[in-house]
Structure formats: structure tokens, C-alpha cells
């Protein structure tokens, strides 16, 4: 922008503003209507405007006159930056000497004197890195803005005046305050200055002649040169300066460069999107400490599988979703695996998946087979929030079987890696997210024998905004095939090499089992044994003598093999009487305790009931759950039953 463009009481304006007067002398006078008002007449102007005839509208009484709008010619730099409520220093050359600072600067931080470098007067440009920015704008002669930078200064000064570079701010409690800098180019035009033939004591600061007038000879008004003198904005530093541009005769060669520095106040703003900012962030917080609590705090750890699983919230730009995952021991060595992911984001996600956690928790003990469980989750999410929608694997891990049997509800493919490091999906088709109704879900299988390892994980691990979803689903199956380690290193490693950093935006569920190949001592205390139940009721003491030549080649404490022999004599008996043919009996032992199960054709789940004095029957279900730690009964897949109980082993 032009600076002098801005006052009349810049050097070299009064001839500007004297070519006005003049022309307005001698334009003609307007031409009286019979209204009384007048019309322009000058500049070929029409007294008609509108060219068909029709007089011209009478001005309103107490009007002014057209030719009358007030002009700007007359508007002092120092009034308009003066009263401007921002920050504002006028600076020139290029060491950036000070020409003019408005009351606002003065009164945050002080007066300095006219004349001496920003680098040296005004440190606070130099804490706020503008004086690069100045040297780019004086170069470049392009505006440069920075946005929000913080000012910290001492309250008003009680004697204003000049300090030194390495002063402190003026006395008083020291205010923070956010300013926008706007640098922008200026030019100033030099002083004039007397023709050298008039000595130097008798012109005055200003360039002129001691009588007033300048050196060709224009009438100069006092009042400039008295507020050249009293604001500073063209000190005498500056017209020692000029004197190289100007001629002899006083003619000015070239502008003075410089730069306007302005500095908006936008604290207000800056605090009301720091408050939007601090809701936000506590918002965000309630929802990632309301789905943390609603997360499973320690994993439940099966005997046959090693388990590890991390979540990670998105990033702080990120509401936090609705991800979550589940390890539930079903008894009989069986444990179900869980992932899933509510659509939407904050607090309201988070509650949806709460109420769905706690609902599979409960189906799973009704040891249902997957799809099951999920058909009964379909319904319950339509009826939580019609809404919301969810996807799901529920997964199950039988170590009589070293299968991984599961049922999905539009989530994303199982990845199981064989010992040989060979990684597979999980290939059976999934059906349509939960809460959406009308379809039947499906189970399908897939082996996990010893030395074998699955990974369950959520959208966020591999979606990218960027990618097809598959793309990082193969990404995935990379990293997994080469991923060695625990569990939790394992989860570790699949975050970091995909790319999960904290800024993610979007929040990640990881759950990565193991099924170990034991060895050595570890393989002494995992033992199976099966006995299949032929014939009628001399099955009975056939399966009592299996079960206690098993159980004391396994040295367990006589108490526990009296207590193992009791429970499988009953289930037997339990079996011959109510079931159907294939019939076994199953003992299992792993490092924590003893399973006895017994299987047989018929699907009719037997329950405990409480036997009257006289009955001679209805005991042996409430005999297994007095003498051992659990119990239950589900179906089998292929059509049956099996009822089992467990007994927890003696430490050491």
C-alpha cells in the first residue's frame, strides 16, 4: 500500500490538495433548477440523467448538496492509527528504524525513541520472529501475515518514555494477550529539505526555511511541521538520512521504504477456541474412560491358548468409537474369542458397546453355538438403538477338536498363520452387520492345531481413507506371516508396521491368540483320555476302573482321584440312563485342572433339581455340582449332548 496516500500532512501533499482547490475554483457553478437545488454542470455532465426529458429529483430539504460528500484528503495518519484499537509501528530501511508507534503500542509496551533499530528498541519483535518476516516483506514487497502469536507484556508504564533494549517491560502485573500480524509494504516520501545556499541554523527539523515556507517556494502550514516534530513520524534521523536522495533544488528523487506492522487483537477468539478445544478434549476423555471401563481390565487366560489384546483410541482430532474385544472361558477347556465394532462415534458408541459386551458375555454361557449367539445379538442391537449397527466375530477354540469354529456379522476375515508360517483367511462367507435383522446367520471353521496363531482386529487396524480395505487386510497378512514373539509383542508389532501412530483417526481393537506346541515338562501336564461307552450297564464299572487307572498314572493326590472317579461314575450313569448311543467318556488334564466329560446322542440338557427324601433317582447331577468346581452342558455340533465338570488342581 501507498502510506502517503493516507494523509495531508505528509511532505508533498499541500501541492496535491492546492491542484484540487484550483479546479474546483474554476468549475463552473451548477445551474439553479426551480426547485432551488442544483444540478452538476462541469464534466459534461447531464442535467438529465436519465436522457428522456424528465426533470431531475428534487434533493430532500436539508440536504446536502451532491458536490458536498466529505473526502478523506483530510484525514491525518496519526488521528486514524491512533485511535485504531490494535497494535501498530511504522518502521523504514532496512535496519527497520522506528518512525512512528500508535497509543496501543505505547501503552503494551512502552515508548521508544524515533529513529533507532527494531532490533535494538522493539525485542518484542524479536521474541515474536517478525523482524524475518519484515526483511521478507521489504524485499519482496509483499504483505506477510502470522496468525495468533502470543504477547506477553507488563501492564501500562507509569512514566512513559524511551528504554533500553535489555529493559523489562513497563511496571505493572504482566497480561497475555494473542495478536495477528499483518507486515506490510509502505513508501514514504522523504523530507524536503532548504537549498544549500541557506545555512543550516537557519532552517528548521523539518527541511524548510525558518520563515515557514519550503524551499519552492509552497506555503507549508505550521501545523505539519509540528506534527512531524511532536509524533514522530518523520524524525530528524529520517530527513538526515533523505538529504542523498533529494537535489540541490530540494526536488525529492525517490520514497523512503518501509513496513507497517499490524497487530489485530484476537485473544478473545483464541481463549473461545481454546474453551471449544478443553469441552472437546474433556468429552473425549469421558468417552475413552467409559470404553476403557467397559473393556475387559485383565484378560481371562484359557490353559490351552496364550492371549494378548490392545486397544488404541484415535487421535486427539477423533471421537472415540465404539471398538471392543472379549476372552470368555467356557468350561471343558473351550474358550470364546470376541471383536467387534459399533458404528458412529463418542459417548453413544460406547454405551452401545457396552450393553452388547455385556449381552455376549451372558449368551456365551449358554455355551450356543456361534451363529447362534450372534442371531440372538442381531435382535438385541436392533432393540438397544434401531440406529446403530455393529460388526462382530464370535469365535470358539475346542482343544479336543484344534479347531477355530466362528460365525461373523459383517466384520472383517480371521487370519490364522500355520506353523510353517503360512497365513490364511477365514473363508466362509460373513453375514450383514448386527441390528440390521431378517438374516440367518452361519458357522464356519477353521484348524488351529499346536503352533498355530489367529489375529482378530477391528477397520481401523488396516483401513486407510487412501486404500481399498483388502489392500490392507493383505498389508496385514505380510506382517503377520513375519511376527514372532508373545501375544502382546505381536500386537505391538502389527501397530507399529501398519502405521498406527496416535494421531490415528481412527480408534483400533487387536486380539492375537496363540495355541502353543509344548514340549519337554510343558507337554507331562497336558494329557487326554477317551473310553468309548459299548454295552449296557456293565459300561458303569468299566468306565470307574478307566477312570481311576487314568487318573492315578497321572499322580494326582488320592483325595482328587476319589473325587475324579465319583464325578465320572455319575455322569456315566447319568448317560446310560437318559441318553442314546455313541457314548464316551473323555478325562483331560492341563496345568490348572481336571475335565471329565461325557457325550452321547441325545440333545436333552440335563439340569440339577433338588431330590426328595423318597426319591431314588435325580441325585447325581447335584452330587457333580457339590464335589466339583464347575459344571454345565451344551450341544454338539453333530447332534448329542455333552456334560462336563471340572476340578481345580492343588497348587505346586
Known amino acids: 500500500m501507498n502510506f502517503t496516500r493516507w494523509s495531508a500532512r505528509l511532505p508533498r501533499t499541500q501541492r496535491r490538495n492546492a491542484a484540487r482547490a484550483d479546479r474546483g475554483a474554476r468549475r463552473p457553478k451548477p445551474a439553479a433548477t426551480a426547485g432551488g437545488g442544483s444540478v452538476p454542470a462541469a464534466r459534461g455532465e447531464r ?70 533499530p527494531a532490533r535494538l528498541a522493539l525485542p518484542e519483535l524479536t521474541e515474536l520472529g517478525l523482524l524475518p518476516l519484515m526483511d521478507q516483506v521489504l524485499r519482496s514487497g509483499k504483505p506477510r501475515t502470522v496468525k495468533s502469536r502470543r504477547v506477553t507484556a507488563a501492564g501500562p508504564a507509569t512514566t512513559p518514555g524511551p528504554r533500553q533494549a535489555d529493559a523489562a517491560p513497563g511496571p505493572g502485573r504482566a497480561r497475555h494477550g494473542y495478536y495477528t500480524f499483518t507486515c506490510s509494504p509502505i513508501e514514504m516520501a522523504a523530507p524536503r529539505v532548504v537549498a544549500p545556499a541557506q545555512p543550516a541554523d537557519e532552517r528548521a527539523v523539518d527541511g524548510s526555511p525558518v520563515d515557514g ?8 502550514d505550521g501545523s505539519i511541521r509540528e506534527a512531524v516534530l511532536r509524533k514522530g513520524v518523520m524524525p530528524e534521523a529520517v530527513a538526515t538520512e533523505a538529504v542523498a536522495t533529494v537535489t540541490v533544488t530540494g526536488t525529492v528523487t525517490e520514497p523512503v521504504r518501509g513496513v507497517l506492522v499490524f497487530g489485530a487483537d484476537v485473544t478473545d477468539q483464541v481463549e473461545s477456541a481454546e474453551r471449544l478445544r478443553a469441552g472437546e478434549r474433556l468429552q473425549r476423555e469421558a468417552a475413552v474412560t467409559l470404553q476403557r471401563s467397559l473393556l475387559p481390565q485383565e484378560l481371562e487366560q484359557p490353559d490351552d491358548l496364550r492371549v494378548a489384546a490392545t486397544y488404541q483410541p484415535g487421535g486427539t482430532d477423533a471421537a472415540v468409537g465404539g471398538d471392543w474385544y472379549d476372552v470368555i472361558t467356557l468350561g471343558a477347556g473351550r474358550t470364546a474369542l470376541v471383536i467387534g465394532d459399533v458404528m458412529g462415534r463418542g459417548v453413544r458408541a460406547a454405551a452401545v458397546m457396552g450393553q452388547l459386551r455385556t449381552a455376549v458375555r451372558a449368551y456365551a454361557r449358554l455355551d450356543l453355538p456361534p451363529h447362534e449367539v450372534l442371531q440372538l445379538l442381531d435382535g438385541l442391537a436392533a432393540e438397544i438403538d434401531p440406529h446403530q449397527i455393529a460388526t462382530c466375530v464370535y469365535a470358539v477354540h475346542d482343544p479336543n477338536e484344534n479347531r477355530l469354529v466362528y460365525a461373523s456379522a459383517g466384520h472383517l476375515p480371521i487370519l490364522v498363520r500355520d506353523p510353517d508360517g503360512t497365513v490364511r483367511r477365514a473363508s466362509e462367507p460373513t453375514g450383514p452387520p448386527l441390528g440390521t435383522g431378517g438374516w440367518l446367520h452361519t458357522t464356519g471353521s477353521v484348524p488351529l492345531g499346536p503352533g498355530a496363531s489367529a489375529v482378530l482386529y477391528t477397520d481401523g487396524l488396516v483401513e486407510r481413507r487412501d486404500k481399498d480395505i483388502y489392500d490392507g487386510v493383505a498389508a ?18 502389527l501397530i507399529r508396521a501398519l502405521g498406527i501412530t496416535a494421531e490415528h483417526d481412527d480408534d483400533v481393537a487387536v486380539l492375537v491368540l496363540q495355541h502353543p506346541a509344548r514340549t519337554g515338562h510343558d507337554a507331562e501336564l497336558f494329557h487326554n483320555a477317551a473310553l468309548e461307552l459299548l454295552g449296557g450297564v456293565e459300561a458303569a464299572p468299566r468306565a470307574r476302573a ?15 482321584r476319589d473325587l475324579g472317579v465319583l464325578a465320572a461314575s455319575e455322569l456315566v450313569a447319568n448317560s446310560l440312563q437318559h441318553g442314546t448311543p455313541p ?29 426328595e427324601p423318597v426319591d431314588e433317582a435325580g441325585r447325581g447331577i447335584s452330587i457333580v455340582a457339590t464335589i466339583a468346581s464347575s459344571w454345565g452342558s451344551r450341544r454338539t455340533p453333530g447332534g448329542g449332548k455333552a456334560v462336563w465338570c471340572e476340578f481345580a488342581l492343588p497348587a505346586g
Open 213 to 220: 515556507s519550503p524551499v519552492d517556494g509552497s506555503p507549508l
Open 546 to 560: 478307566f477312570a481311576s487307572g487314568v487318573l492315578a498314572s497321572w499322580r494326582f493326590p488320592m483325595e482328587l
Open 476 to 493: 496385514l497378512e505380510r506382517v503377520f506371516a513375519g511376527a514372532t514373539g508373545s501375544p502382546q509383542v505381536m500386537c505391538d508389532r
Open 583 to 611: 457314548m464316551r467318556l473323555r478325562l483331560r488334564r492341563t496345568d490348572r485342572r481336571l475335565i471329565i466329560e461325557v457325550t452321547d446322542g441325545d440333545e436333552h440338557l440335563p439340569r440339577r433339581r433338588r431330590a
Open 47 to 116: 442535467a438529465d440523467p436519465s436522457g428522456r426529458g424528465e426533470p431531475p429529483a428534487a434533493a430532500p430539504s436539508g440536504a446536502a448538496p451532491p458536490d458536498a460528500v466529505p473526502t478523506l484528503d483530510g484525514l491525518s495518519v496519526h488521528d486514524l492509527l491512533g485511535q485504531v484499537p490494535a497494535l501498530v509501528a511504522v518502521v523504514y530501511g532496512p535496519e527497520h528504524r522506528i518512525a512512528y508507534l500508535n497509543d496501543t503500542y505505547v501503552e503494551l509496551f512502552g515508548s521508544r525513541a524515533p529513529g533507532t
